[in-house]
C-alpha cells in the first residue's frame, strides 16, 4: 500500500470555484504535511505546510488535515487561471528529511 | 532567493551514451536529492547525498549513479542510457535539521532517449 495516495484527476473547474484536493495517508506518525505546486514543465515549488492536525490559512488557499481519518486537504477559494497547475500532497517520515509524495492532481480553471 | 539549477533543460540523448545531469543549489545546503517524475507515477526518488561524497540509493537507483564532490554541486550519472530513462528529472536540496525543512526543486530536466 502506497503511504500517501492522492487522486490524479484531473480537475476542471470554473474560474470563481471552491476547489479541494485531498490526500490520504496510511502511517500515523507522520505528523508534518505540506502542498507543493507545479507548474507545466517547472519543478515543484512549497505552496503551504501544516503540522498536526488543524486549518492553516494563507490567503485564498487552506490547509486541513485529519489525523482521525488520516486525510489532509487543500481548498483554493475564487480560483484562478492562475492556479491551473498540478498540486502534489507530500509528508516526511519523523526524523527524515526525505519526503513521501503523493502522484499529483491536475487542476484546470477555466475561465 | 533561494536557488537550484539544473544546466540542461532539454536534452536527447542516444542509447547507450554516457549522460551528467548537473544540479548546483546556493543554499548552503547539506541534503541533495535526485528524482524522477514520470505520468501516472509521480515523483520517484533515485539518489540522495547528506554530505559531500556521501550517498544513499533512493527507490529506483538502478541504471543511474550519482557523484558529490563539492557541497554545492550533485551530478546525476546515466552510464548507458535507454529509452525507458526517457523522463523528467528533477534535482532537489534542503538544509540538515530534520522534517519539516522545506525541499527546494530545480526547474527539472528533461531527457530523452531515442
Known amino acids: 500500500q502506497k503511504e500517501v495516495e492522492q487522486d490524479p484527476g484531473p480537475l476542471s473547474v470554473p474560474e470563481g470555484a471552491i476547489v479541494s484536493l485531498n490526500c490520504t495517508y496510511s502511517?500515523?506518525?507522520?505528523?508534518?504535511f505540506m502542498w507543493y505546486r507545479q507548474y507545466s514543465r517547472k519543478g515543484p515549488e512549497l505552496l503551504m505546510y501544516t503540522y498536526s492536525s488543524g486549518n492553516k490559512e494563507d490567503g485564498r488557499f487552506t490547509a486541513q488535515v485529519d489525523k482521525s481519518s488520516k486525510y489532509i486537504s487543500l481548498f483554493i477559494r475564487d480560483s484562478q487561471p492562475s492556479d491551473s497547475a498540478t498540486y502534489l500532497c507530500a509528508t516526511p517520515e519523523a526524523g527524515s528529511y526525505q519526503l513521501t509524495f503523493g502522484k499529483g492532481t491536475k487542476l484546470s480553471v477555466i475561465p | 532567493d533561494v536557488k537550484v539549477t539544473q544546466s540542461s533543460r532539454y536534452l536527447v540523448k542516444r542509447t547507450g551514451e554516457k549522460v551528467f545531469l548537473e544540479c548546483v543549489q546556493d543554499?548552503?545546503?547539506?541534503?541533495m536529492f535526485w528524482y524522477r517524475q514520470d505520468p501516472g507515477l509521480g515523483l520517484r526518488l533515485i539518489y540522495f547525498?547528506?554530505?559531500?561524497?556521501?550517498?544513499e540509493k533512493g527507490d529506483i537507483p538502478e541504471g543511474y549513479s550519482v557523484s558529490r564532490e563539492k557541497k554545492e554541486r550533485f551530478s546525476l550519472i546515466l552510464e548507458s542510457a535507454s529509452t525507458n530513462q526517457t523522463s523528467m528529472y528533477l534535482c532537489a536540496s534542503t538544509r540538515e535539521g530534520g522534517y519539516g525543512n522545506t525541499i527546494y526543486f530545480g526547474e527539472g530536466s528533461w531527457l530523452t532517449v531515442v
Open positions: 543554499m548552503d545546503h547539506e541534503n
Open positions: 502511517n500515523s506518525a507522520f505528523q508534518y
Open positions: 547525498s547528506y554530505d559531500v561524497k556521501m550517498k
